[in-house]
């Protein structure tokens, strides 16, 4: 049974460690509100440079069909970033986790999902390569999956490094994918929803492919990735009355398109130039529907529009893994607030219910000595 001086010690250390949490808690606070603001205005960012590279890519796909149904070889060709391979062999999973811990279950709820998805692709016979953004999925994978981990980088509050290291996981990525060393590519982290409600997230990355073979993760699925309505765009491919040619404003110089008849046909055969679902997956709330009118009334600088293309899709997916990594400290610092708002009232409880038992055996100490006293006054 602990004494008076055992007891004035303990809540002695528990007041401490709540000066402790309660400022972890301000300043989790102040960071999350920085952190939602950088999330909300790469939103924006994100959304524009979809839109055009939604265009781009809309325009190769056009010209490409003029070209076919006119008996002409196709003058561009869709880069091989949004072409992927028919049966996907070799994987790379990027993991966001934090570097800090006192995040309640932020890290842990992360890599069992990692962990859920790479034996899930193991049992498809695939190969499966790692980066750990973030000591801590690190520090956890490294025991079973160590060998399979080929970058690893902290995670950063800073918004300058947060947008550098974004840049060179896209760099290392993409000389991946480029020479042949991976197929597919796929982040996970925890997007942000409120200060208490974080949700692991699977979001495809490579290839950037228009149409998106990949299903939303569950236990049969062969992909694991997700496909969500919320990151799927709509475009409006061109109509047979925009093929006929009409005036219109948007991104470039407007100016009146004429067509021949076999490119008439070309847009009206099978219908192909109909709504579409097409993934980007921008992982953003900012994203609206998009529509792209017609392509080609639309002058381009330069006027290949697959170079152009070229150029902008490293930037989409620099932007993309930028916006994880701003998604995941969100969600690391919202967790974290919370975290340490329940620390700081489970001290209190505890110094609540200790001062009580502390008041009790000193009061007990007490009776007990002036019954001493007065028993020995009695015996004089």
């Keep these: 049974m602990a004494n008076l001086k055992e007891l004035r010690n303990r809540i002695a250390s528990i007041k401490s460690t709540r000066k402790i949490t309660s400022a972890m808690k301000m300043v989790a606070a102040a960071k999350l509100r920085q952190s939602q603001e950088a999330l909300s205005e790469s939103g924006y960012f994100a959304a524009s440079l979809a839109r055009i590279i939604t265009r781009l890519a809309k325009t190769?796909?056009?010209?490409?069909?003029?070209?076919?149904?006119?008996?002409?070889?196709?003058?561009?060709?869709?880069p091989r970033l949004m072409i992927g391979a028919e049966n996907a062999e070799k994987y790379l999973i990027i993991v966001f986790s934090s570097s800090r811990g006192l995040c309640g279950g932020f890290n842990i709820n992360v890599v069992k999902k990692t962990v859920q998805l790479i034996r899930h692709l193991e049992k498809e016979k695939k190969e499966i390569r790692l980066i750990c953004v973030g000591t801590k999925a690190y520090e956890m994978l490294?025991?079973?999956?160590?060998?399979?981990?080929?970058?690893?980088?902290?995670?950063?509050?800073?918004?300058?490094?947060?947008?550098r290291n974004a840049e060179r996981i896209s760099m290392r990525v993409l000389d991946m994918y480029e020479?042949?060393?991976?197929?597919?590519?796929?982040?996970?982290?925890?997007?942000?929803?409120?200060?208490?409600?974080?949700?692991?997230?699977?979001?495809?990355?490579?290839p950037l492919k228009p149409l998106s073979v990949l299903q939303p993760f569950t236990d049969e699925t062969p992909w694991g990735f997700d496909d969500s309505p919320e990151h799927t765009y709509k475009i409006d491919r061109p109509?047979?009355?925009?093929?006929?040619?009409?005036?219109?404003?948007?991104?470039?110089?407007s100016r009146t398109n004429k067509k021949s008849n076999a490119q008439?046909?070309?847009?009206?055969?099978?219908?192909?130039?109909?709504?579409?679902?097409?993934?980007?997956?921008l992982n953003s709330e900012a994203e609206e529907t998009l529509h792209v009118k017609d392509p080609l009334e639309y002058d381009f600088e330069p006027a290949n529009p697959e170079i152009l293309l070229k150029a902008m899709l490293p930037e989409l997916m620099t932007t993309l893994i930028y916006r994880s990594t701003l998604d995941?400290?969100?969600?690391?610092?919202?967790?974290?607030?919370?975290?340490?708002?329940?620390?700081?009232?489970n001290a209190g409880d505890i110094i609540d219910d200790l001062t009580l038992l502390y008041n009790r055996r000193r009061q007990s100490q007490i009776t007990s000595e002036l019954t001493e006293i007065i028993s020995g006054a009695e015996a004089l």
């Design 264 to 281: 008439v046909r070309a847009a009206a055969v099978k219908g192909r130039y109909r709504t579409t679902q097409v993934n980007y997956v």
């Design 142 to 163: 490294k025991h079973s999956y160590g060998d399979r981990i080929v970058f690893r980088t902290d995670a950063s509050s800073n918004p300058k490094e947060q947008r």
């Design 328 to 345: 995941s400290a969100a969600s690391e610092n919202g967790a974290r607030m919370t975290a340490m708002d329940n620390a700081t009232d």
């Design 239 to 253: 109509s047979k009355q925009a093929a006929r040619g009409r005036t219109q404003g948007g991104f470039g110089t």
């Design 179 to 206: 020479d042949g060393e991976i197929d597919a590519c796929a982040v996970l982290y925890n997007q942000f929803h409120s200060a208490i409600s974080q949700e692991v997230r699977i979001d495809s990355l490579l």
């Design 60 to 78: 190769i796909d056009y010209c490409r069909e003029t070209d076919i149904a006119n008996g002409k070889p196709p003058r561009y060709e869709m």
